[in-house]
């Protein structure tokens, strides 16, 4: 954990958590095209480095709470790791409700994306949870204020009535498939009937089969890309995990089967997969994998009818 220690000296200065680093820690990645270069089937431009580490993603507080609930529970944090999240989540506390570029690096301009108020909850929650668990020192009533603040955020202006799905980001009209994260991190029940309208639109708006797409890119924020992509792996493997937990299993193991067959001869899986099949975009990638690992996981368990609620339940 001395990355998260490292890190917290930024926060001491006025920075946020960066969203990008190096293999040595670094976070200057500035990022250069390569023009001399047509790249992979002419999938200009080619680029080096990566402009997203001057981002600000909020996103990360949750993911990197979520993280550090799980490894609590088999291997108790020590209190000089706390202190440091004390000090992550002050910052949070300050700065939650300004937009930023998102889950997905947008190029267009920040908004306020849907899914990093969620994982702005995520981060409260965890944290509450973990000093309730341990009985470690925390402000549990600010953060359970600011967790219930979020939330309530959420439902009122994430909520899109006209359109019957949760959104992008606040005011939009577009859907978005991370969207389905308010399920898996335990945001909603899995059957809120919030959640399984969400799940009906973006299987109209954004599915192909078993292929689901992360937006429409002529639709949503502004990527900076100005292209059409092929579909999100993880989106995929998101959807297959939320139908099972929304008590579609039958949906939800035809879906991942079908997935199956997108993986090459050794079972991994790209970024993306194309309009035929190919495999597009980062290759292999660890985040389409976390996402296969937890739906075979978890529709695993629906299927055999090992303590059905498991997947729902935070211990």
Known sequence: MGWLDARCHELKEGQPLQPMYTITGEHDITEETLDHLEGY??????????????????DVYGELLDAIYIYNRYTPITYDLWENIRELLDWLSKHWQEPD????EVRGGRKPFLHSRLMSWVAFDRARRIAFQRGLPAPITEWMQTSATIYEEIMKKGWNAKKRSFVQYYGSNEVDASSLLM??????????????????????????????????????????????????????????????????????RLMLEKMLTYSNHVGLFSEEIGYTG????????????????????????????ERPSAAWQLE
């Open 278 to 305: 190919e495999a597009l975009g980062n290759y292999p990638q660890a985040f389409t994998h976390l996402a296969l690992i937890t739906a075979c996981y978890n529709i695993d368990k629906m299927l055999n009818q």
């Open 41 to 58: 089937r002419g999938s200009k431009p080619v680029r080096i480095g990566n402009a997203a580490y001057k981002q600000q993603q909020l």
């Open 183 to 252: 399920t898996l991190m335990r945001f909603t029940g899995p059957r809120d009937p919030r959640m399984m309208d969400t799940i009906q639109r973006i299987q109209k708006e954004l599915s192909r089969d078993s292929l689901v797409y992360r937006y429409l890119p002529h639709k949503a924020a502004d990527d900076g890309l100005g292209t059409q992509e092929g579909c999100f792996s993880p989106c995929s493997f998101w959807m297959a995990e939320t139908l099972a937990r929304a008590g579609r299993v039958a949906d939800a």
């Open 101 to 104: 570029e998102g889950i997905w």
